[in-house]
């Protein structure tokens, strides 16, 4: 099995930045992507960007160019860094793992004052 904890949320401006960071456990050597997603009050959970192991990175529209997502193997980490932050990126967020099955950590709140 593999953990997930995330860290980094918090309460930012409207264009402000944070940064979040998933660290993996367990059997997080054999971790293949890596994803974020939230899930906004009243609204379906949304993918945010994912990264392979070789560290091919694809995005959602909404965060193109605001939004990059790294990782590094050696810690087993991923991170989202978030800026130009607004009100409408207020939500959960979730990192997520893939090994032989999807992973989830339990979340970090992001919210964005306007």
């Known amino acids: 099995q593999v953990q997930l904890v995330e860290s980094g949320g918090g309460l930012v401006q409207a264009g402000g930045s944070l940064r979040l960071s998933c660290a993996a456990s367990?059997?997080?050597?054999?971790?293949?992507?890596m994803a974020w997603y939230r899930q906004a009050p009243g609204k379906q959970r949304e993918l945010v960007a994912t990264?392979?192991?070789?560290?091919?990175?694809d995005y959602a529209d909404f965060v193109k160019g605001r939004f990059t997502i790294s990782r590094d193997n050696t810690k087993n980490t991923v991170y989202l860094q978030m800026n130009s932050l607004n009100a409408e990126d207020t939500a959960v967020y979730y990192c997520?793992?893939?090994?032989?099955?999807?992973?989830r950590g339990q979340g970090t709140q992001v919210t964005v004052s306007s």
């Open positions: 997520h793992a893939l090994e032989r099955l999807w992973y």
């Open positions: 990264i392979t192991r070789g560290g091919t990175t």
């Open positions: 367990g059997r997080a050597v054999s971790i293949n992507a």
